[in-house]
């Protein structure tokens, strides 16, 4: 499978499988600590406690969402590894990531930001390992499925994924409806009928539960055939949200520093458009506004502090992480919104806003 120019990747059954081959592929010793940001998706902490080691959690640059190489600096020296998150699309500093490393491993989360780049460099050939996810929502959107890059740990990772179990025709059978029943539960009409309740119903749920699983297992054929088709698009999806983007960026009139601004020499994929707020008070009463207005946002990982307390070890050192995890809101903004939808969404963002923010 090639991504890009990132050359041949190894595919694995979910993205999260994928960053547990990677760490058990850097063979570090039972226990150690790995760096990961405090603000990112609680799975990533299940992977690193799966592949045998804990996580050491780092706070977050506020301009970009990812992790800070001032905190890293502060607590590298218990640190193995690091797993640097690209959030939303946007692009961790890898050139001062890697100095603060000191030499060791570097595993980036791509996760979310397939076809970003720095300095014109593609997320992923920076660090020692990459992972993927073509997980149902993402730009190339499989359903379930991921991959896994390396310049240097590719054979070893090959043969961690090799013994992993593989998909029976019953299994490929199952979660073909699976995938297909979720898709339509996401789709017009029916998520404005009933999916949105039962997403809604699901987010309730705080931290990890049985189902959330991140052993190795290969990919579904059905996954890799949708993905390896899907990547032809993948350069035109990125420049059409990309443009939603910019629209939105010129259209809302909210208060300084609230829209995430791409940074010299980086390309953001935009997979998710966040706004911060000043308080959760304000984020919570503009997603009640917007709901009002049959506008869906999301409250992306407004529990991750208890869930990392409760179930990973947080002991609470990341002030910026904790904050915005309070603080953001994630718009609509995928490729597939027409003007007038964005147009009608950022209309009633700047109504909400002068009602809530003065």
């Known amino acids: 499978m090639n991504i890009e120019a990132l050359g041949q990747c190894i595919p694995v059954g979910t993205g999260r499988a994928g960053l547990v081959a990677a760490i058990r592929a850097l063979d570090l010793p039972i226990g150690v600590k790995i ?30 969402y990812c992790l800070c190489p001032n905190d890293l600096s502060k607590k ?31 595993i980036e989360d791509c996760a979310q930001a397939l076809g970003s780049k720095i300095n014109g460099r593609p ?24 991959a896994v890059y390396s310049k240097h740990y590719l054979a070893k990772i090959g043969e961690i994924i090799s013994k992993a179990p593989q998909p029976t ?26 999916g949105y309740r039962l997403w809604l119903f699901a987010s309730k749920r705080t ?18 055939n949708i993905a390896n088709n899907r990547l032809p698009e993948l350069h035109s999806l990125i420049e059409r949200q990309r443009a939603n983007a910019f629209l939105y960026s010129t259209l809302l009139k909210l208060g300084p520093r609230m829209i995430c601004r791409e940074k010299p020499d980086t390309y953001y994929n935009r997979y998710l458009f966040p706004i911060i707020f000043q308080s959760q ?20 990982l407004d529990d991750i502090v208890q869930v990392a307390k409760k179930h990973f070890g947080y002991s609470g050192n990341c002030p910026v992480g904790e904050g915005l995890s309070r603080k953001v809101l994630i718009v609509p903004s995928y490729y597939s919104l ?9 209309n009633n963002m700047n109504d909400g806003w002068n009602r809530i923010g003065k």
Not at 38 to 63: N, R, S
């Open 35 to 64: 760096a990961v940001p405090l603000y990112c998706c609680h799975v990533v902490f299940q992977a690193i406690v799966t592949a045998g080691c804990k996580p050491c959690f780092i706070d977050i640059d506020p301009e970009t």
């Open 76 to 106: 590298i020296s218990d640190c193995a590894a690091v797993i640097a998150v690209h959030m939303f699309g946007n692009t961790c500093d890898m050139i001062n990531i890697k100095a603060t490393a000191q030499g060791r491993p570097i």
């Open 123 to 146: 997320v992923g050939t920076f660090g020692d390992i990459a992972f993927f996810s073509f997980r149902s929502g993402k730009y190339v959107s499989a359903g379930e499925g991921g």
């Open 169 to 194: 025709l019953l299994n490929e059978l199952s979660h073909t409806l699976k995938i297909h029943m979720k898709s339509m539960l996401r789709s017009k009409p029916f998520y404005g009928m009933f």
């Open 207 to 224: 931290g990890p539960s049985k189902n959330d699983t991140c052993s190795l297992r290969q990919i579904h054929s059905s996954d890799l």
């Open 281 to 300: 008070k304000q984020r919570d009463d503009m997603a009640a506004f917007l709901l009002s207005k049959n506008i869906d946002t999301m409250k992306y």
């Open 338 to 346: 027409l003007e007038s939808d964005l147009k009608y969404i950022a």
